[in-house]
């Protein structure tokens, strides 16, 4: 029955949060959403267009744009879809694990912290859900050893950097145990991870930067040398 009454809760916030959300037409994510949607051969990612994010962004908003097309409504389920997509994978993924006496309790906790954010805060949504899903995922091959765990961990910590560079950090937490643990057990194991790590990181990097059609150097000098610049300033 709580189960029920979370589920309905969390839609009808997801659908409420996120109509009252998108009214600001805040500066970022509108930014995001235009720029992807014309995002062509004559408009280029870190050619004609600067941003100093990474492709990841634009690339599902285009992904989803593509399907449902381009528009005032469509500019707000498409906040509506990847908040949903967030909130419903942190129940399923954390909240539901907790007590049923609980769940509510930490449900209503969750939702209170989304007050006072605006649409800008779209970006972080998206990298919090990518983080989400490589820590879960993470914490099962600790468990349970299973490789492809672990593979999907990485996948979703990557997807988060070629979102916003510096979420770079949260490979820390994963490589340095996965070192110290692959290494101990095997080290064919161990040069096994190193090979699907460099698979993994090349192939999200190379299905974004053909779809873009940007080089390295470019998004060298957008997300790394322009970020670090910005943020001496």
């Known amino acids: 029955m709580l189960n029920k009454a979370s589920l309905t809760i969390l839609f009808l916030f997801s659908v409420i949060f996120s109509f009252f959300t998108v009214l600001d037409f805040g500066s970022d994510y509108s930014f995001y959403y235009v720029a992807a949607n014309f995002i062509s051969e004559d408009f280029r990612l870190y050619k004609e267009m600067f941003s100093h994010k990474g492709p990841g ?35 399923f993924l954390v909240l539901k694990k907790l007590d049923n006496s609980m769940n509510l309790a930490f449900m209503l906790f969750f939702i209170s912290l989304f007050f006072n954010l605006n649409s800008n805060s779209f970006i972080q949504i998206l990298i919090s859900t990518c983080l989400l899903f490589s820590f879960y995922h993470y914490e ?10 672990l593979l999907i961990s990485f996948t979703f910590v990557f997807l988060a950097i070629l979102i916003r560079i510096d979420n770079i950090i949260f490979l820390l937490p994963l ?3 996965t070192v ?26 190379f ?3 053909t779809y873009f059609n940007f080089t390295f ?17």
Do not use: C, R
């Open 217 to 233: 150097d470019e998004y060298f000098s957008h997300n790394f040398i322009f970020n670090s610049t910005y943020g001496q300033a």
């Open 207 to 209: 299905i974004f930067s």
């Open 175 to 177: 490589i340095i145990p």
């Open 140 to 149: 099962k091959y600790q468990k349970l050893n299973y490789l492809y765990s």
């Open 57 to 91: 962004v634009y690339y599902v908003i285009k992904l989803l744009s593509n399907v449902i097309g381009f528009g005032i409504w469509q500019y707000f389920f498409t906040f509506f879809t990847f908040f949903s997509i967030f909130i419903f994978s942190f129940y």
């Open 180 to 205: 110290i643990k692959t290494y101990k057990s095997s080290f064919i194991i161990f040069m096994k991870t190193l090979v699907f790590f460099g698979i993994i990181s090349f192939t999200l990097y």
